[in-house]
């Protein structure tokens, strides 16, 4: 959940906040640090004899910090480095920068000298890094209530009436361009931590149908049409993929579907998230250890939701669709067993050689839907699918994959902005025969044991039902999750991929600079 709101304000800096954070870039050539005017007036200490002493450099996160002692107002001043000042120093700096200061309630950074999109990026990883997830009884209190960003262009008389933001309560200032910036990137804030919150609920709190439960509260919410098939529509409408995933859990599954239709809108997307609700591996389990982290593995699918809530208010020209194929992979005695043949949306049967590559199971009957019967101009899915995607690109990249040249170049330059790492791999059609299976059309995993490459194997099986429509692929089980927090990043659920495609369907043509 989000634990504070963002503000702008124009002076004086120091007024009724407890923490006031200086941005501040490298010197050149040994020359002073510029900083504000009004900076060392907060302060008796010299502070550019204080940065030397602190051998502060301004590197983008480095934070020098000085208690004031004071016994009320400003307690700290924090100088955070923000390097360049291009977008991955100003996320880095955010977070260092709300980290440090997540034990007062009220901060204030000075952003003077930042264009619109430098402040929307800095307030936007403010907020994500101070996101947290509990379901202690006795939860911390929150401490940072509030981070004001003290920006150029003081109020005019009109514009000094407070004005509702995404991020919460605003107060307008001078440039409705940074007024505008900042409100949309409390809406993506807000959106990556929809996405945390789903992905972070343990799953003996959520099932399909909460999944499902989820997705009409954001229908109503948002203004979208939803649609929802139960386990018996999946049956009757040749789901056997997501219905045959989710035969062993008394958790029955669902297809989600959320549709956002703009006025005048010439393009049609539709993105199919993975909502495996908790993993088991089904009749071919898992190891103990490799369970608990399982409660994440429908982040595809919390991605989509997360993307579709946030489309209106983001002014979003391009219809969206977003399926989303929940299901419970669980052991029993009615489980999906190996060597089972499922017969997906449109036809086509799979050999189950493996119950626990279910992901990409529920996903081909996803596209192969989406083709059939929503004329999408493109496809794009999010699974955390294949644990060899992390062996090669660890856990900080995505493999990324695409069937359409002009579609991989819009999605990588919209995850560039929204700094996520998304690595474009091959779809090696050499790899394809591993998918033959003597009795199915295809097997669910490649079945040679001299061809490893196993998220281009699963990345080659989902290829096989989208068709001819332009369709991308991201394999995300490494960054979906994260051990640590780091920068905009907190541990747990991460929300990977919700920036991107917003950043994609509703983001501004002419984008800061990265």
């Known amino acids: 959940m989000l634990t504070n709101t963002i503000r702008l304000f124009s002076g004086p800096i120091g ?131 509030e981070i004001s960003l003290l920006v150029d262009n003081p109020p005019t008389a009109t514009e000094t009436a407070a004005v509702e933001t995404a991020a919460g309560q605003g107060s307008a200032v001078g440039d409705p361009g940074v007024e505008r910036a900042v409100a949309d990137a409390g809406v993506r804030a807000t959106a990556v931590t929809v ?49 045959g995933v989710g035969m062993g859990s008394a958790q029955p599954p669902r297809l989600i579907q959320l549709s956002y239709r703009p006025d005048g809108a010439t393009r049609h997307v539709v993105l199919v998230g993975k909502g495996i609700t908790f993993d ?25 939701l997360a993307v579709l809530g946030a489309l209106r208010r983001l002014r979003c020209p391009i219809a969206v669709t977003g399926l989303v194929a929940a299901a419970e992979n669980m052991p029993s005695g009615s489980a999906l067993r190996p060597g089972d043949v499922v017969h997906h949306f449109g036809g086509r049967t799979s050999e189950v050689l493996n119950t626990d590559a279910e992901g990409r199971l529920v996903l081909a009957d996803a596209i192969a839907y989406a083709v059939a019967e929503l004329a999408p101009d493109a496809i794009v899915d999010f699974a955390t699918l294949t644990g060899a995607a992390t062996l090669g690109l660890g856990k900080r990249h995505a493999a ?22 998304w690595w474009r791999m091959p779809l ?10 003597p009795i199915a059309d295809l097997s669910n995993i490649g079945t040679d044991p001299h061809v490893s490459g196993g998220s281009i194997v699963a990345a ?13 692929h991201l394999d995300m089980a490494g960054p979906a999750r994260a051990d640590r927090d780091e920068d905009d990043v907190t541990k747990g659920a991460t929300g990977y991929a919700v920036r991107t495609l917003l950043q994609w369907l509703a983001g501004p043509p002419d984008v800061p600079a990265t």
């Open 428 to 437: 090696v059609d050499e790899y394809r025969f591993t998918l033959d299976s």
């Open 15 to 145: 007024d009724a906040c407890d923490v006031v954070a200086v941005l501040v870039r490298p010197a050149v050539d040994g020359a002073a640090f510029e900083l504000p005017g009004d900076a060392s007036a907060l302060s008796a200490v010299d502070i550019q004899a204080f940065l030397t002493r602190e051998k502060f450099t301004g590197d983008a996160g480095e934070i020098a910090a000085l208690p004031t002692h004071a016994d009320e107002g400003v307690r700290l001043l924090l100088f955070a480095g923000i390097g360049p000042a291009l977008s991955p120093a100003i996320r880095k700096a955010a977070a260092a920068v709300a980290r440090r200061a997540r034990d007062h309630a009220r901060l204030r950074v000075d952003v003077r000298g930042l264009d619109a999109g430098q402040v929307a990026t800095f307030a936007e990883s403010a907020q994500l890094a101070s996101y947290r997830f509990t379901m202690k009884s006795e939860p911390k209190p929150i401490a940072l209530e």
């Open 400 to 421: 990324f994959y695409a069937t359409d040249e002009a579609l991989a170049t819009e999605l990588l330059a919209a995850a560039t902005v929204a700094g996520e790492n």
């Open 195 to 243: 996405a945390r919150d789903l992905a972070n609920t343990p799953s003996g709190h959520k099932s399909p149908q909460s999944l499902a439960d989820e997705a009409t509260r954001i229908a109503a919410e948002s203004g979208l049409e939803v649609r929802v098939w139960n386990e018996r529509d999946l049956l009757d409408g040749g789901f056997g993929g997501i219905a």
């Open 460 to 472: 080659l099986y989902l290829r096989e039902f989208a068709g001819a429509v332009p369709w991308a």
């Open 280 to 304: 088991s591996g089904g009749l071919s389990i898992k190891p103990a250890d490799g369970m608990p982290l399982m409660k994440t593995d429908m982040s595809g699918g919390a991605t989509v």
